[in-house]
């Protein structure tokens, strides 16, 4: 889907025309495609529901079908009521019951019905190999298929008689040959008529497939074994391969991956009884995506399971690290800004922090009393003192992403007590910081930071190319907050040189976006 949607921005580059055929299924992954046509190329995009076909148009497809069957041809119409996809599963029944044209057929209800009666006249074994296909997904390499097959020399039998039957059809021979359901119903038909006991021990045995085959390759297939092994029920293994799926694409910025893969790894651990994993990586990191998302709301349910957890277990360092995390995300403006709660939260994890003698922690907790100074309209030389003492104890611990961290927000009461020097200097400091870590989103804010100094000391030039920068960085990633903020220094420039019309687009951009991750400062700004 991230593919499907950075082509087609190229619609705003080049004369081209995309063409994507999709369910009109909420819970389903094309929705998100949809979502992203309406918001982002409302004018460039036109949707086409597609409706039944006519009565007229569903005889020709039978009559092109089905040449002979003049005496069914009423039957199958008033059946199939315009779904082009049942029509065909019809003709291809007709074809395989070997029916007389002018004979009559029982043509269930239903295209399920109707695919699942298909099934029930196959023979014992190609029946066997399909359900052993639909276990594995819609598509299937041959050879895992082979390794959970007991058919042995007659797999390749089976597979024939399954595409000539039109069930399934080879999507790939190269480097390794793969077979693909017809349609996806027929899979999911197929699946359903496996017993649950029967489907545990078979997820298991296409799971410990995989891990043999593509041992080399166990970070690609983690999403598919944490699936297979989540569907055998065996706990153990969904922890390991969901934790490392999510990990993955938290890298990848697929935060909504990373959140879904993360809430399987948390729930396999604890009904394993384990706490440590969930507490001090899992929930965390599923807080991050979920903020990332602008999904602040589960962020913060998120972060109070995780101190409920850590309060039961009686681990005062997580529950510690869930109050900070919570504390930063009310203290950054959002719609679930709250200064007042924010603030009693950081005082109590402040002084959790020494009581333990947790200097990092403590260093984490004066920073988010710095931000809830600034951005809550406190004393700003309070917040400058909560900062500098916060930067000298990660500056002691040799706390790399805690000083930039220190740094990036350090700039704001400088800024405000009028000491620009300092102000330019802190956040030029974790720029490095920024780009070793690998931190993009950070680094973004860092630059557009830069930028709106760089702007006040007269150096649009320098200013416009840090906030493109820092909108390109944004862009790639999918962080619509980072993308907000460097349209916000931008058109700042654009206005300084009278680029009126730049300007503008620049704001109606940054308005669109910050209004969708709820980024309080560009909407109020831009306006």
Known sequence: MDVLIETAKLVDELPCLFLFAFRPDRDAPSWRLRRWLETELPDRSTEIELSPLSERDSGDLVDALLPAAEGLRAQILERTEGNPLFVEEVATAVLQLGA??????????????????????????????????????????????????????????NLATLQAAGLISESASTPEREYAFHHSLTQEATYGTILLRVRRELHRRVGEVFEELYASRIEEFAPLLARHFQEAGDDERTVAYATLAGDNAGRLHA??????????????????????????????????????????????????????LANGEGDRHA???????????????????????????????????????????????????????????????????????????????????????????????????????????????????????????????????????????GKEAEALALSLESYRISEEIGNQWGQAYALMNAFGVYLDRGELGKAMAAMEESIELSERVGFIPPQATTR
């Open 319 to 457: 529950a510690l690290a869930s109050q900070m995390a919570l504390t930063t995300l009310l203290a950054t403006p959002t719609p679930r800004f709250d200064a007042e709660r924010g603030r009693e939260l950081a005082e109590r994890a402040l002084a959790l922090a020494r009581e333990l003698g947790d200097r990092l922690a403590e260093s984490k907790a004066l920073w988010n009393l710095m931000i809830l100074n600034v951005f809550g309209g406190g004393d700003l030389h309070q917040a400058l003192d909560a900062g500098e003492r916060s930067l000298a104890i990660a500056r002691e611990l040799n706390a790399r992403e805690q000083i930039a961290f220190t740094l990036n927000d350090l700039w704001r009461p400088y800024a405000a007590v009028g000491d620009l020097a300092s102000s330019l200097a802190s956040l030029e400091e974790a720029t490095p910081i920024w780009r070793e870590l690998g931190n993009r989103p950070m680094l973004s804010e860092n630059l557009a930071s830069i930028a709106s100094l760089r702007r006040t000391a």
């Open 255 to 308: 935060h909504a991956e990373a959140v879904t893969h993360y809430e399987n790894a948390i729930e396999a651990a604890v009904r394993l009884g384990r706490t440590e994993q969930p507490l001090h990586h899992l929930y965390p990191t599923r807080g991050r995506a979920l903020e990332l998302s602008g999904r602040f709301d589960e962020a913060i349910a998120n972060y109070e399971a995780m101190e409920l």
């Open 100 to 157: 007389e044209s002018d004979g009559a057929i029982a043509i269930p209800d239903t295209l399920q019905a109707l695919i699942t009666a298909r099934l029930d006249s196959l023979d014992d074994r190609p029946r066997r190999t399909l359900q052993l296909a639909s276990v594995i997904g819609r598509s299937f390499p041959e050879a895992v298929l082979r390794s959970v097959s007991e058919a042995g020399d007659d797999l390749a039998t």
